[in-house]
């Protein structure tokens, strides 16, 4: 029984998904299910019916007995009534915890009063036996009752201790967050797709990178000549899934090319700073968190060799010499300085001595003094994109100050290799459209996939999910479009209703 239970787990290979009941289950798309190994909680297979059922609550063998049971395989604390009809496993209660970071082999299965402790009991029974590493996706697990239980649920839960409800779920969540920051379990990836604070995947996320249905494109693809930068910077959080998946949206969104960022955590941040509280589904701390968001060396040949596959340039924020010096087996031909080192002009004056690429500059959180500064060191550069920002995240439009652009672009009259552009941080396209229309000839713009609290930059950027970066886009080439050119001629479109000939 155990064998076939591993059989079936090893032809699931895109991942392990628990469902529970918490109303966060409405917003996933459950037909896109149907390559994972699905393992219910009690009762429910009310929501989707799934490969392995785990109980450990008598209200879940009333509902089995109601119902009858539906998934493949069942492991729980009791017989079930009807277990001629299923394969079940029995099991007993055990109501002490597990070691959290242990990867030994479980020679028996045990039910725990917690569902957290008993689902990864049997978990690390299982994947001990699969000996191949499973992506684990908590769906429906929103640990607060207030919120309530899903719509899809046809037999609601009821309870007489409100109070003990809240407790056990609070209690269980303390246990999956000691879970999540352990790191690796078997070898695998622990992700709750939700809104908490250790959420991996929002919801709209999840249904993104599993949908078969194609990813969100333009209509009409308008080309211009302005550059339209998608800012990823860390909302990839270190995981090339999401990244492959953003590249190729960006992509079909209409952009010309992604922006990454590239730091060495340890020795660009304070040690304070690093060790100071930051809830992120990586751990506690600053630190883990900025380890976590750190792209390796062989994510970023993925990144080169995919977007020269699918035909979008990319660039990187380098923020150190350390980082600065790793990438020089990329051969880059664009790097970005951002705002965030205006200050570490020993670090931009090496690079100034030493790339002779295309460099982009932002100016936020500087005055002209930095704009000389600059126009004085990159002298060698072949084009110098010089971004007009503002560091607030979010910011009003009264301090968007676009009309440095226009600054810019005179700029450039006189220097050849300056490339005027914005570096967007507002709410809205309408700054954007206005940049393009001060001589903006880059735009750059944050992008996300689904909503993540978590994350430095949710509030700015632009989801990729729901088209909002399409939309962009788009204004962006319609604001081209209605600048139109700076020659006047009469046009084909013009007419007077009264017009006057000359007698």
């Known amino acids: 029984m155990v064998n076939s239970l591993v059989k079936l787990l090893k032809q699931k290979s895109r991942g392990i998904a628990v469902i529970g009941k918490g109303n966060s289950i409405d917003s996933i798309n459950l037909h896109e299910l149907q390559e994972y190994f699905v393992i219910n909680v009690n009762d429910s297979e009310q ?48 109501n002490t915890e597990i070691d959290y970071g242990a990867e030994n082999s479980m020679n028996e299965l045990k039910m725990n009063l917690s569902v957290i402790l008993s689902i990864f009991n049997v978990l690390s029974y299982l994947l001990d ?5 499973r992506e684990i996706y908590l769906l429906g697990m929103s640990f607060d009752v207030n919120t309530g239980y899903s719509k899809r649920l046809t037999k609601k839960p009821t309870s007489l201790d409100f109070n003990y409800a809240k407790h056990v779920l609070n209690n269980d969540e303390k246990i999956l967050k000691k879970y999540i ?20 995947y929002s919801s709209e996320t999840f249904n993104y990178m599993n949908s078969d249905e194609p990813m969100v494109q333009m209509e009409d693809k308008i080309t211009g000549d302005v550059i339209i930068v998608a800012e990823i910077t860390t909302n990839h959080f270190g995981d090339s899934k999401r990244l492959k998946s953003m590249i190729l949206a960006c992509k079909n969104a209409g952009a010309d090319m992604i922006k990454l960022q590239k730091r060495d955590v340890q020795s660009f941040y304070r040690e304070k700073e690093l060790l100071r509280e930051y809830a992120s589904p990586f751990g506690s701390t600053f630190l883990d968190y900025r380890m976590g968001l750190e792209l390796s060396d062989k994510d970023l040949e993925m990144v080169d060799d995919y ?3 699918i035909g979008i340039g990319w660039f990187l924020s380098v923020l150190d010499l350390k980082s600065y010096e790793s990438l020089r087996k990329f051969n880059l031909q664009m790097l970005k300085l951002p705002s965030t080192i205006s200050e570490h002009r020993e670090f931009l004056e090496f690079v100034a001595s030493d ?9 936020g959180y500087t005055s002209k003094e930095y704009e000389d500064f600059i126009l004085n060191k990159f002298k060698d550069q072949n084009r110098i994109y010089l971004l007009q920002c503002t560091s607030s995240y979010p910011t009003p439009y009264y301090d968007t100050n676009i009309n440095v652009i226009s600054h810019y672009s005179s700029v450039a009259l006189q220097n050849e290799k300056i490339i005027p552009g914005y570096s967007s941080h507002d709410l809205d396209n309408v700054c954007s459209m206005m940049a393009v229309a001060c001589g903006a000839r880059m735009i750059e713009k944050h992008v996300k996939l689904g909503s993540v609290s978590w994350s430095h930059f949710d509030e700015v950027a632009l989801d990729l999910s729901n088209g909002e970066f399409s939309e962009f886009v788009k204004d962006i080439r319609k604001a081209e479009a209605i600048l139109g050119s700076s020659h006047k001629k009469v046009l084909d479109s013009e007419h007077h209703k009264y017009w006057l000939e000359k007698k």
């Open 47 to 94: 929501i989707v019916v799934g490969n392995l059922c785990i109980y450990n609550r008598d209200f879940a063998l009333d509902y089995f007995a109601d119902k009858g049971c539906q998934a493949d395989f069942y492991i729980g604390h009791r017989e079930l009534p009807n277990a001629s009809q299923v394969k079940s496993l029995v099991v007993p209660i055990d």
């Open 129 to 133: 036996r699969l000996d191949e590493s």
């Open 181 to 200: 920051n352990q790191g690796f379990f078997y070898g695998s990836t622990i992700h709750h797709v939700g809104s908490k604070e250790y959420s991996f």
């Open 355 to 363: 790339f002779k690429g295309d460099i982009v500059i932002s100016t």
């Open 307 to 309: 977007c020269r596959s």
